[in-house]
C-alpha cells in the first residue's frame, strides 16, 4: 500500500496533493473529477433550489403558527448555508477519488466508517444514515449494469478488486457526499432527510447516463475498451439465486499502462440477473427490502436471539404464498368496520391470524409465515400498539387508527418503502388521523363534524382498499383538506380573542389610570359621601373613557379630571350658587351622559348631590338613580365590586421563568398537567401584555381558555404544572419506529454502554 494521502482543505485528501499517484493514474483520476463536477454541479443547484421551495410549500401550508415557525426557521438556515452545500459535496467526492489505492473511499470527510446495524447511535442519526443508505441502494439498483462496468474499468485504474462498495463516483460514496455535504447545516432531522430526498430526485434521478459517459471517455483513455457484458435469462431456481454468465474481452487488451500493481489480475465479472427484466420497475422495488426495513429485521432477530426464541423461519408448516396472505388479510380487513368503536388489540390480531393460518392450506392444512412476513407483521403491530397507546384513551381517533391496522400491514408487506419514506401515504393517512385526535377530539368540544368525517374516511379505505395505495394518498388528502379549514377558523377565533384581549388590556391601563387619578384627588379630602360613591365608581368610568379616546394626557381627560377636581372643592356649597356654576354642571352631564346615564338620573343626581336634607320627593327619586347606578354595567363589562385579583409571591424559581415567559414568542405551545395522573392538555399563548400581566391561552381550535396573568403562569411552571411544549417534535410514525428502535436494542449492549459511562 502507498503512503497515505495528504490532506487538504479541512483534513480532506485532493487529488493535487497526491503525488505519489503514477502519471497515468492521476490523470484518469483528474478526469473522472472532472465528469462528476460536470454532472453534479448543474443538479446540485436545482436541487437546493427545489429545497428552498419545499420548506416554503411547508411553512404555508403549516398547520399551526409553531410548525409554521419551525419551516420558516429552516428555511432561514438553509438560505444562509445553501452557497456552501455544493462545494463540500464535490469535495467530498474528490476526496473520495483521491483515497484512490489507499483504502479510504468508503468513509466520510469525518473518517466515521458506516455504521454496524446494531451499533448504540442516536435515533437522529440512525434514521439519516439508513435514508442515506437507501438513496445509495437505490441508485445502484437503478444503474446496476453501467454501474458495474465502471466498477471493473475503475478496478484497473486502482489496482484492486472491482467493487462498489468502496468505489468512488459509486452510489455509497455519493450518497456519503450528500451527508458530507449537510453536516455543517444546522438543520433537524425532518428537514434534513427532505433535503436528502430532494437531492437524491435531481442528482442521482439519472445516474445511467453519468456512468455510461464515464464508461464511453475511459474506453477513449484505452482503460478496458472493448469491455462488456453479456447476459443470460435464469432458466431454473429462484431468481435471488439465479446468476448470468458474463463475458469479458479484458484479457486480450494491450493495456499495460493501467494494469494493477504487481500484474494482479482481476477476475472475470459475474453479474446476477434480478428478479424483474427492468430492476427499476415499481413492482420490484416494492418488495425490495429497503436498508431502514433490514436493520429492523437485525434488531428483531438479535432481540428474540437475547429472550431465546426460535426465528420465525423455524416453523415446521409451509409458508404461505404473498398472493394468499394478501387474500386472507384482506378478509380480515372488510370485517374491520364490524369492530368500529372497538379499542384496537394487537394480541387479538395475532390470534385471529394465527386460527386462520392453520386453515389456510390445501384441505384445510397449516400454513405460516415466512421469516420477512413475520417480522413485518410483528414491526407493524408494535407501531400501531405505539400510536394507539399514545392517543388519548377517551379520543375517538384511538379506535379509528385501530381500524387501519389490516390496510397498513398489507401496504407494508407489499411495500417496504413504508419503512423509510417519511411522506407515504399510509404513512401520512396515520399521522392526519392521529393528530388530528390529539388536536381536535382531545376534549368534551370534540367537533362532531370532524369526527363523523373521520369516520367516514376510515370506513371507506376499509371498504375500498384492495392493494392500490393511492387510495390512501385520496382519503388522506380529503381528511387534510377538512383540517385545514378547521385551522382557518381557528386561526379567525384566535385573531378576535386576540383583538378582544388586546382591548380589555387597554381598558385595564384606562382604568387603573382613572382609579390613580381619583385616588390621588381624593387624599386629604372628606367629601360627602355621596360625591365619593360617584366618583369613585361612575366617574371612573368616565374618566377611563376619556383616557381611551385621547390618552392619560390628552385634553378631554385633563377636562374630565378639572369637572371632579372642582366637585371636591365646593365642599357642601349646591351647583348653582356659585358663578361658573352652569358650564361646571354641564360639563358633569356631559361626562355622566358618555357612561349611559339617562337625562333623568343626571339631573337628579346634579341636583341633589350636595343637599344635606333632601325632600321626601328627592330621597325617592336619589333611591332610584342608586338602584340604577348599581345595576348599571362598569365600562367593558366589569362588575362594581369586582376587585383585582393580588399578585402572587414569587419565589427565585419562579421569577426565572417570568423572565423565560417574557421572551417567549406569542403563538409558543404550552403543556398544563391536567389531572394527579399526569395527563397534560396543550394550549397556545396567543398572546400577553408586559405592561398588565394579562395573557390569553387558546386550545387547538382558537377558543379562548382560563384566564391567566404572566405571574401566575410562572408560579404553575415553578411547580411543574406547566411547561413549554416542544417545538420540533416529530409527528405520531416518526416517534413511533424512533421507540421501536430503542425498544429492540440489545440488552446486553445498552448494559455495556450504561456500565461504561458509568
Not at 463540500?88 to 474528490?94: D, I, K, P
Not at 473511499?105 to 442516536?122: I, Y
Not at 437522529?124 to 439508513?130: K, P, R, T
Not at 400491514?409 to 407489499?414: E, I, K, S, T
Request: proline share 6%; aromatic share 6%; hydrophobic share 40%.
Amino acid at each position: 500500500m502507498n503512503a497515505p494521502a495528504k490532506s487538504g482543505a479541512k483534513g480532506l485528501p485532493t487529488l493535487a496533493s497526491r503525488s505519489d499517484l503514477p502519471p497515468r493514474v492521476k490523470t484518469l483520476c483528474e478526469i473522472l473529477l472532472k465528469i462528476a463536477r460536470d454532472w453534479f454541479s448543474p443538479t446540485v443547484d436545482q436541487a437546493l433550489a427545489d429545497i428552498e421551495a419545499t420548506f416554503f410549500r411547508l411553512a404555508e401550508r403549516a398547520g399551526n403558527s409553531a410548525d409554521q415557525q419551525r419551516h420558516f426557521e429552516a428555511l432561514r438556515v438553509f438560505k444562509e448555508s445553501r452557497t456552501l452545500v455544493g462545494p463540500r459535496f464535490l469535495r467530498s467526492v474528490e476526496a473520495h477519488i483521491a483515497g484512490i489505492r489507499d483504502g479510504v473511499a468508503q468513509t466520510s470527510s469525518q473518517g466515521v466508517p458506516p455504521r454496524t446495524p446494531l451499533e448504540l447511535v442516536d435515533a437522529a442519526s440512525l434514521e439519516e444514515d439508513l435514508v442515506l443508505r437507501e438513496i445509495g441502494a437505490r441508485a445502484e439498483m437503478r444503474a446496476s449494469e453501467a454501474l458495474h462496468v465502471f466498477a471493473y474499468r475503475f478496478a484497473v485504474i486502482a489496482a484492486t478488486p472491482p467493487q462498489h462498495e468502496s468505489l468512488p463516483l459509486g452510489p455509497a460514496a455519493l450518497a456519503t457526499a450528500l451527508g458530507d455535504a449537510l453536516r455543517g447545516v444546522d438543520l433537524d432531522t425532518e428537514h434534513r432527510v427532505l433535503a436528502y430526498r430532494a437531492l437524491d430526485r435531481f442528482a442521482f434521478g439519472d445516474l445511467v447516463r453519468f456512468y455510461e459517459s464515464i464508461n464511453q471517455r475511459l474506453r477513449q483513455e484505452r482503460v478496458l475498451p472493448n469491455f462488456h457484458l453479456t447476459y443470460r435469462a435464469p432458466t431454473t431456481g429462484s431468481a435471488r439465486t439465479a446468476a448470468s454468465a458474463a463475458t469479458t474481452e479484458a484479457a486480450r487488451e494491450p493495456a499495460a499502462d493501467t494494469a494493477p500493481a504487481g500484474g494482479a489480475q482481476i477476475p472475470p465479472p459475474e453479474y446476477v440477473a434480478p428478479a424483474s427484466a427492468n430492476p427499476a420497475s415499481p413492482a420490484s422495488a416494492s418488495v425490495a427490502e429497503t436498508p431502514q426495513f433490514s436493520t429492523l429485521r437485525n434488531l428483531l432477530a438479535a432481540r428474540r436471539r437475547a429472550d431465546g426464541e426460535d426465528a420465525p423461519s423455524a416453523a415446521r408448516a409451509p409458508a404461505i404464498g404473498r398472493d394468499n396472505l394478501q387474500q386472507l388479510l384482506a378478509a380480515m380487513q372488510r370485517a374491520e368496520p364490524a369492530n368500529a368503536g372497538k379499542r384496537y388489540d394487537s394480541q387479538k390480531f395475532h390470534n385471529t391470524l394465527a386460527v386462520k393460518l392453520r386453515r389456510a392450506g390445501e384441505k384445510g392444512s397449516a400454513l405460516a409465515l415466512g421469516g420477512e412476513e413475520q417480522d413485518t407483521v410483528e414491526l407493524i403491530g408494535m407501531l400501531f400498539d405505539y400510536v394507539t397507546r399514545n392517543i388519548q384513551q377517551d379520543s375517538q381517533a384511538r379506535s379509528l387508527v385501530g381500524q387501519l391496522h389490516v390496510p397498513v400491514l398489507r401496504v407494508a408487506l407489499a411495500d417496504k418503502s413504508f419503512f423509510t419514506r417519511r411522506d407515504h401515504p399510509a404513512r401520512e393517512l396515520i399521522n392526519t388521523i392521529a393528530d388530528a385526535g390529539e388536536r381536535w377530539l382531545d376534549d368534551s368540544e370534540a367537533d362532531p363534524e370532524l369526527a363523523a368525517k373521520m369516520h367516514v374516511v376510515v370506513d371507506e379505505l376499509c371498504n375500498s382498499f384492495d392493494g392500490d395505495v393511492s387510495v390512501f394518498e385520496g382519503t388522506a388528502h380529503d381528511l387534510d383538506q377538512h383540517l385545514k379549514l378547521l385551522a382557518r377558523r381557528a386561526d379567525a377565533a384566535e385573531r378576535r380573542h386576540v383583538e378582544a384581549a388586546k382591548g380589555r388590556d387597554r381598558l385595564d391601563l384606562a382604568r387603573e389610570t382613572a382609579r390613580a387619578a381619583i385616588t390621588g384627588l381624593l387624599k386629604n379630602r372628606s367629601p360627602t359621601q355621596r360625591l365619593r360613591t360617584l366618583l369613585e365608581d361612575t366617574w371612573t368610568d368616565a374618566l377611563a373613557l376619556a383616557a381611551l379616546r385621547g390618552g392619560s394626557d390628552g385634553p378631554e381627560f385633563m377636562d374630565c379630571l378639572d369637572i371632579a377636581a372642582q366637585l371636591v372643592a365646593r365642599g357642601d356649597r349646591p351647583l348653582g350658587t356659585a358663578p361658573g356654576d352652569d358650564k361646571l354642571r354641564q360639563g358633569a352631564a356631559e361626562n355622566l351622559r358618555a357612561v349611559g346615564l339617562h337625562e333623568e338620573e343626571v339631573g337628579g343626581l346634579l341636583d341633589n348631590l350636595f343637599v344635606e336634607a333632601p325632600t321626601d320627593a328627592a330621597l325617592a327619586q336619589l333611591k332610584r338613580i342608586d338602584d340604577a347606578l348599581r345595576a348599571k354595567p362598569r365600562l367593558g363589562g366589569e362588575s362594581p365590586k369586582r376587585q383585582p385579583k393580588p399578585a402572587p409571591v414569587l419565589d427565585d424559581v419562579a421569577r426565572k421563568m417570568l423572565d423565560q415567559v417574557l421572551h417567549t414568542p406569542f403563538g409558543t405551545w404550552f403543556e398544563f398537567v391536567k389531572n394527579q395522573q399526569g395527563e397534560t392538555v396543550r394550549r397556545k399563548l396567543a398572546w400577553y401584555s408586559p405592561m398588565t400581566g394579562n395573557c390569553l391561552f387558546v386550545n387547538q381550535r382558537g377558543a379562548r381558555i382560563e384566564d391567566l396573568t404572566l405571574e401566575l403562569l410562572a408560579c404553575e411552571m415553578a411547580r411543574g404544572q406547566a411547561r413549554v411544549a416542544s417545538a420540533d417534535r416529530p409527528r405520531f410514525v416518526d416517534r413511533a419506529w424512533k421507540t421501536i428502535v430503542d425498544l429492540l436494542r440489545p440488552r446486553q449492549t445498552s448494559a455495556r454502554a450504561g456500565e461504561a459511562m458509568a
